[in-house]
C-alpha cells in the first residue's frame, strides 16, 4: 500500500508561486509514476502534470506548461510542483497521484493511489 501526503498549499496572489510536496511512503518512489490533478468547485477533476519514474519524461497540461515544473527526489522520497506565475484559474485542490506500471497519462483511472489534497488558493 502507498500513502500519498501533499504539503505546500496556500493562499497567493496573482502572479505569485508555491511549491507544492507530496511524500510517499510505503514502497519505494522510483517505484512509482507521479502525478498531480486539481479540481476546483463545482469542476470535474482535471490533469495537471506527470513524472515517469526515472524522472527523465514529464508531461503538463497545456495550461500550466511554461508556468509549472514537477520534478522528483527519489532519495527522499518526494515529488514536487513548482508552480509560478499563478492565475485565479489555477485555485483548486490539488492532489498527488501515483502508479505502480509507471503510466504518466492524463486520466485520473490510470493511477492506483492518491493523497488528499491540498488547497491553493490565488487571489486576483
Known amino acids: 500500500q502507498v500513502q500519498l501526503v501533499e504539503s505546500g498549499g496556500g493562499l497567493v496572489q496573482a502572479g505569485g508561486s508555491l511549491r507544492l510536496s507530496c511524500a510517499a511512503s510505503?514502497?519505494?518512489?522510483?517505484?512509482?509514476?507521479m502525478g498531480w490533478f486539481r479540481q476546483a468547485p463545482g469542476k470535474e477533476r482535471e490533469f495537471v502534470a506527470a513524472?515517469?519514474?526515472?524522472?527523465?519524461?514529464?508531461y503538463y497540461a497545456d495550461s500550466v506548461k511554461g508556468r509549472f515544473t514537477i520534478s522528483r527526489d527519489n532519495a527522499k522520497n518526494t515529488v514536487d510542483l513548482q508552480m509560478n506565475n499563478l492565475k485565479p484559474e489555477d485555485t483548486a485542490v490539488y492532489y498527488c497521484?501515483?502508479?505502480?506500471?509507471?503510466?504518466?497519462?492524463?486520466?485520473?483511472?490510470?493511477?492506483?493511489?492518491w493523497g488528499q489534497g491540498t488547497q491553493v488558493t490565488v487571489s486576483s
Open positions: 497521484a501515483a502508479d505502480l506500471l509507471d503510466y504518466t497519462g492524463s486520466h485520473d483511472t490510470g493511477y492506483d493511489y
Open positions: 513524472i515517469s519514474r526515472s524522472g527523465r519524461t514529464t
Open positions: 510505503g514502497r519505494t518512489l522510483s517505484a512509482l509514476s
